[in-house]
């Protein structure tokens, strides 16, 4: 008998239909004789419904109360789906993040797992109850509830396998595998039978948000088998996410695309050594996700710096960079919006250097400039303006997937 880690996302569980056919999927491996642990997202679009409402009383939220607010919808799901299982004559038990409880960083809105407590879990599975997890929470040292970050039920999934020693996770979503890109915004993606972690991880770090990042960071370091399928389509292969390299054969596995990016730029008054240190060490202390950064000589050879971040960071990092702006010798702060950030990645790009070339050209030949660049062994990224994201990723996807 082994331990199976499910985890059903926001539109598998939407409503009670919904609730009822994910059912079948956990009651399907229940019967092989397995052990069954499943984590749940909040129904459909909770999560952003109350986000939104946070946001008609402050657009500044204090980020312990925004973590309790925003944590609220797994609660909800995993009630409701421990009825359902128990409905339909199976033993559910439900348990939030706080009762195990699943201890993480104090880093509101993206706190990391630190600690798995498996006690409730084991004995429940040993009583014979199918045990039901809400996703996306945990409590830090202070007993203050966090948020793993937007996706996070993901890495609630593939965390709980490595702490039980699952046999594998099966993420269940309304896409039957990974594909080469979103298959939402570009027709001819290409699916992915198998992807490395290693790539895996840049596709969904850089804007695949079919898996959150930090969930295949954990099924790399724990080797936890990771396996994307379809809730809704019968019995479809989806993709596996392993430690296997080169399983593709392709010099490009994918093309991403992140929204919603601002740039930054500071304009210095003089070429003192230190600023760089000084700003990224004040926008870290906030937890401040700064992306690709630049540095550039403008007039009379005073320093300027860019670098782009989150729309979602964008008051708190203007009102940061205005409170220390003389401190930090800065004559004026300029801010850009609103960039998408494209991608491609692959295991082709180290020993290319043609590719490079090959998506200046693509871009250039369908009129599309590029605002700043970063590039690694295995991804090259770009900000295009947003209103060409769409252009833009059908462009690269043609050049580098289709062919
Ligand atoms: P869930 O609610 O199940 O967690 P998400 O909405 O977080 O699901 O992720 C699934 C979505 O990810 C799909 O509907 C798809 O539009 C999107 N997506 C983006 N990039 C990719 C990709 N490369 N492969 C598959 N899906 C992708
Ligand atoms: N409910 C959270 C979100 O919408 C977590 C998740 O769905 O994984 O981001
Ligand atoms: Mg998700």
């Given at each position: 008998?082994g331990?199976?880690?499910?985890?059903f996302?926001?539109?598998?569980?939407?409503?009670t239909?919904k609730?009822?056919?994910?059912c079948?999927?956990?009651?399907?491996?229940?019967?092989?004789g397995?052990?069954?642990?499943v984590?749940?997202?909040?129904?459909?679009?909770?999560?952003?419904?109350?986000?939104?409402e946070?946001q008609?009383?402050t657009?500044?939220?204090?980020?312990?109360?925004?973590?309790?607010?925003?944590?609220?919808?797994?609660q909800?799901?995993?009630?409701?789906?421990a009825m359902?299982?128990?409905?339909?004559g199976?033993?559910?038990?439900?348990?939030?993040?706080?009762?195990?409880?699943?201890?993480?960083?104090?880093?509101?809105?993206?706190?990391?797992?630190?600690?798995?407590?498996?006690?409730?879990?084991?004995?429940s599975?040993?009583?014979?109850?199918?045990?039901?997890?809400a996703?996306?929470?945990?409590?830090?040292?202070?007993?203050d509830?966090?948020?793993?970050?937007?996706?996070?039920?993901?890495?609630?999934?593939?965390?709980?396998?490595?702490?039980?020693?699952?046999?594998k996770?099966?993420?269940?979503?309304?896409?039957d595998g990974?594909?080469?890109s979103?298959?939402?915004v570009?027709?001819?993606?290409?699916?992915?039978?198998?992807?490395?972690y290693?790539?895996?991880?840049?596709?969904?770090?850089?804007?695949a948000?079919?898996?959150h990042?930090?969930c295949?960071?954990?099924?790399k370091?724990?080797?936890?088998?990771?396996?994307?399928?379809?809730?809704?389509e019968?019995?479809?292969?989806?993709?596996?996410?392993?430690?296997?390299?080169s399983?593709?054969?392709?010099?490009?596995s994918?093309?991403?695309?992140?929204?919603?990016?601002?740039?930054?730029?500071?304009?210095?008054?003089?070429?003192?050594?230190?600023?760089?240190?000084?700003?990224?060490?004040?926008?870290?202390?906030?937890?401040?996700n700064?992306?690709?950064?630049?540095?550039s000589?403008?007039e009379?050879i005073?320093?300027?710096?860019?670098?782009?971040?989150?729309?979602?960071?964008?008051?708190?990092?203007?009102?940061?960079?205005?409170?220390?702006?003389?401190?930090?010798?800065?004559?004026e702060?300029?801010?850009?919006?609103?960039?998408s950030?494209?991608?491609?990645?692959?295991?082709?790009?180290?020993n290319?250097?043609k590719v490079?070339?090959?998506?200046f050209?693509t871009?250039?030949?369908?009129?599309?400039?590029?605002?700043?660049i970063?590039t690694?062994?295995i991804?090259?990224?770009?900000?295009?303006?947003?209103?060409?994201?769409d252009s833009?990723?059908?462009?690269?996807?043609?050049?580098f997937?289709?062919?």
């Amino acid at each position: 008998m082994g331990i199976v880690v499910q985890k059903f996302g926001g539109s598998s569980v939407a409503n009670t239909d919904k609730l009822f056919n994910v059912c079948k999927h956990i009651i399907k491996e229940y019967e092989k004789g397995n052990y069954v642990v499943v984590v749940v997202s909040a129904q459909g679009k909770t999560t952003d419904e109350l986000i939104k409402e946070e946001q008609e009383i402050t657009k500044m939220p204090n980020k312990r109360e925004h973590d309790v607010l925003v944590s609220v919808g797994e609660q909800i799901t995993i009630s409701k789906l421990a009825m359902c299982l128990d409905k339909l004559g199976y033993k559910a038990i439900s348990y939030t993040g706080w009762q195990l409880p699943i201890i993480t960083t104090s880093v509101h809105g993206n706190a990391r797992v630190k600690n798995i407590d498996t006690e409730k879990i084991n004995n429940s599975l040993q009583e014979g109850y199918i045990v039901i997890l809400a996703g996306f929470q945990g409590i830090d040292e202070q007993q203050d509830i966090t948020t793993l970050g937007r996706g996070g039920s993901d890495t609630t999934a593939v965390a709980v396998a490595a702490v039980l020693g699952a046999e594998k996770c099966d993420i269940y979503t309304d896409v039957d595998g990974v594909y080469s890109s979103d298959p939402r915004v570009i027709r001819d993606v290409k699916k992915l039978n198998k992807i490395s972690y290693d790539e895996m991880l840049e596709l969904s770090s850089l804007g695949a948000k079919v898996l959150h990042n930090r969930c295949v960071e954990i099924g790399k370091k724990y080797d936890i088998p990771i396996y994307v399928k379809s809730t809704f389509e019968k019995e479809s292969d989806g993709t596996l996410v392993t430690s296997q390299e080169s399983l593709e054969d392709l010099s490009i596995s994918g093309v991403t695309k992140e929204d919603n990016i601002v740039r930054i730029t500071l304009i210095g008054k003089d070429n003192k050594i230190g600023r760089i240190y000084k700003v990224f060490s004040i926008l870290a202390d906030n937890d401040i996700n700064v992306d690709i950064i630049s540095q550039s000589f403008g007039e009379h050879i005073c320093k300027d710096i860019s670098f782009s971040i989150n729309e979602k960071d964008l008051v708190e990092t203007l009102e940061l960079l205005n409170k220390y702006s003389e401190e930090l010798n800065i004559k004026e702060i300029k801010d850009d919006k609103l960039y998408s950030k494209i991608s491609i990645i692959g295991i082709g790009i180290a020993n290319n250097p043609k590719v490079k070339a090959a998506l200046f050209e693509t871009l250039y030949e369908n009129n599309i400039n590029m605002h700043m660049i970063s590039t690694s062994e295995i991804k090259i990224s770009v900000l295009v303006n947003m209103t060409m994201a769409d252009s833009a990723l059908k462009a690269l996807h043609k050049k580098f997937i289709e062919g």
